[in-house]
């Protein structure tokens, strides 16, 4: 499945909030999330643009790859993902093939919903507040409509590199 996304900095998460009331987006989850990314021992991860991620929700887990971004917009990319029911379980057969923890990324995340769009509210501990917009389907012509949400709720500037990305970019590892 392509996933399309398009992410902003967002200095103020109520005021988005509020915003996404007005166009009548609903609430639908609220939650923190953490996030373990893995290197692979079968090729440089980071030079393919891809991602490997074991996800721990409070009530569910995935294992989750990502390929290498589609178009220089966007955060657009494939996705594979899949629900596990142990997050331990998974990262210690990761461990066990070779793969090595190396990054650790955790955020409280509020997740609202329209008819063609998923949008996160994300505070992403050391890193800061984002706005994530996805397509509820795999349509990449929905890009145009995710920039034109993204400008009515007043967010203008786009960042395309992941958290991963960014906390990397900022010199951190895994713990």
């Keep these: 499945m392509i996933e399309v996304e398009i992410k902003a900095p967002a200095p103020d998460l109520r005021v988005v909030e509020e915003r996404l009331r007005r166009i009548g987006a609903k609430l639908v989850d609220d939650h923190l999330e953490k996030d373990l990314y893995f290197s692979s021992p079968l090729k440089d991860m980071v ?9 721990e929700m409070p009530d569910r887990s995935f294992l989750t790859y990502k390929g290498p971004k589609i178009d220089v917009t966007t955060k657009s990319r494939e996705e594979v993902e899949v629900e ?9 057969l990761l461990r066990r093939l070779g793969f090595t923890p190396t990054a650790r990324i955790e955020k409280s995340r509020r997740i609202y919903e329209t008819q063609e769009f ?10 800061g507040t984002f706005v994530e917009i996805e397509s509820r389907r795999s349509d990449l012509d929905a890009r145009e409509r995710a920039f034109q949400l993204l400008d009515e709720l007043g967010l203008d500037k786009t960042e395309r590199r992941s958290y991963l990305e960014l906390l990397m970019d900022r010199g951190g590892d895994a713990d």
């Design 47 to 55: 030079a393919s643009d891809e991602a490997l991620r074991v996800r």
């Design 84 to 92: 596990v029911s142990s997050a331990d379980g998974v990262i210690t």
């Design 118 to 127: 998923f949008i996160m509210l994300d505070d992403v501990f050391s890193l």
